[in-house]
């Protein structure tokens, strides 16, 4: 972490209308974007108020905003975001691909795990199945799934919690 992200972490939620007027700016670039979301999943303060805008970098063209989005989505998400999640398991970056992942097993729900599941059981989850690259994300989805799964049986067990 360089010492600009400490020094916005460190004045946190004061920084946030400037974080608003930069992602409603027309010229800001994508390394910006994905910056301000690797921040804001530093700080500790309620962030929710960007999460339009980072549901919105789920669809960004830049692998970079794209897995920032998602990793932030991992602590700001509920439920009712999981279906962008869920078409990320398939990005073009297979490290947004395990990230989306990990976002739905901490995140995710019946629907999201069936999505997972799905997606594992799929003909062609990635274009290059088969090679090494294929095996290794479908280890780390699931390994994501089963953490989803247990997260959720934990949580049938003890409801309220």
């Not at 500790?44 to 980072?54: G, I, M, T, W, Y």
């Not at 789920?58 to 602590?75: I, M, Y």
């Amino acid at each position: 972490m360089g010492g600009e992200q400490r020094a916005l972490i460190q004045l946190g939620e004061r920084v946030f209308p400037i974080f608003r007027a930069i992602l409603v700016a027309k010229d800001v670039q994508d390394r910006e974007i994905s910056r301000m979301f690797g921040t804001l999943a530093e700080m500790k303060a309620d962030r929710s108020q960007f999460l339009e805008h980072v549901i919105a970098g789920l669809s960004n063209e830049s692998a970079g905003v794209r897995g920032a989005a998602v990793q932030l989505l991992a602590q700001i998400g509920s439920t009712r975001d999981t279906a962008p999640i869920v078409a990320l398991l398939s990005d073009k970056e297979w490290t947004n691909s395990i990230s989306a992942a990990k976002t739905l097993a901490a995140i995710g729900d019946r629907r999201a795990l069936a999505a997972v599941d799905i997606w594992l059981n799929s003909s062609s989850p990635r274009q290059h199945d088969g090679d090494k690259l294929s095996e290794q994300l479908r280890k780390h989805v699931t390994k994501y799934r089963d953490e989803l799964r247990q997260r959720l049986e934990k949580e049938k067990k003890s409801p309220g919690k």
